[in-house]
């Protein structure tokens, strides 16, 4: 059995491997083949379904109820910010600079160094599966989504994105409406009172005002944002319809469709929804994942960003090393450190939730 400063060592040299190749949403084969390559050598079985690779520890009892450690392979585009090579794995100043490097290379690598520091521990009370999956970044249809039908029941998860190590017990869902307001088209010189554009000043005005009773304690009140507005062509006619899209931030009170029905019933517009599977997630503030992480001095709090949480029905927490504020910038980078401590936490963090002694 490896030791967790080897484990470490070879996690960090994946993350370099991982930041030299290319992996957009949807374009991910070649770093699977790299968490293919770490499996073979650690020699533990796993499976693949387009660019997701999973596996599960040696001792897997069908019985027992399972605990995912899950994290992405792929990455958003380069910006044009950038002034070093974003697919070099630039070491400098204790950092890590790189495509990827934070979101979320650093807790994918670490997240695989635990499972297999785990992996041929017996007596478990939880089996311990993994994935590293694709199309995170881009909420595709064959990300993590796409391999829950092959999965056992997930009984609780550990969902890796940059919180700096603390625990992430709530993120809010995300609900975009395509907002159609319908009119009567006319010669602007005529009279109109049917002008669409007019019509949709009480839809926006209701997006503005209306609040959702609900407050969750974590994540705080719905917010409901009217990000687009389009309507008409030409100077002198009034058009037939105005669009709006709205930007719905969903708390842990509500389901994506409860919020979707409280628009329908109180605006006259056609509503479109774009997708409906981007739920908000939590976990109990008292489940032992989450008391074994504040045993450990680990803070709790609500993200507002999304994950691939969305996609999972069990309770489930957003944990890993890196900072959220470095995702998507130019000269993305992660501290060594980082990554060394978020592999040492997650071990001690699953033995404590687990009750071995380390």
Known sequence: MKTIDQLTNEAIELLKNLIETPSFSSEENNTAILLENWFVANGINFKRENNN????????????????????????????????NPFSAIEKDEKLF????????????????????????????????????????????????????HLPEIDVAIVGEPTEMHLAIAEKGLLVLDIVVSGTASHAAHQNLDNPIYNALSVINWFKTYEFEKISEVLGPVKMTVTQINAGKQHNVVPSECSLVVDIRVNDCYSNSEILEVVKQNINAKVTPRSMHLNASSIDKNHALVQAGISLERNTYGSPTLSDQSVLSCQSMKLGPGNSLRSHTANEFIFIDEVKEGIDLYIKIISEFLKLKN
């Open 98 to 149: 790189g495509l990827g490097s934070n979101d979320a290379g650093g807790c994918l690598v670490s997240l695989i160094a635990t499972f297999t520091y785990f992996y041929a521990f017996e007596n478990l009370p939880y089996n311990l599966i993994i994935a590293g999956t694709a199309e995170e970044e881009s909420s595709g249809p064959k990300g993590l989504n796409s391999i829950l039908k």
């Open 53 to 84: 690779i999973w596996a599960y520890n040696l001792h897997f009892d069908k019985s027992k109820p399972n605990l995912l450690l899950n994290s992405h392979h792929d990455t958003v585009k380069p910006n044009e910010g950038y002034t070093l």
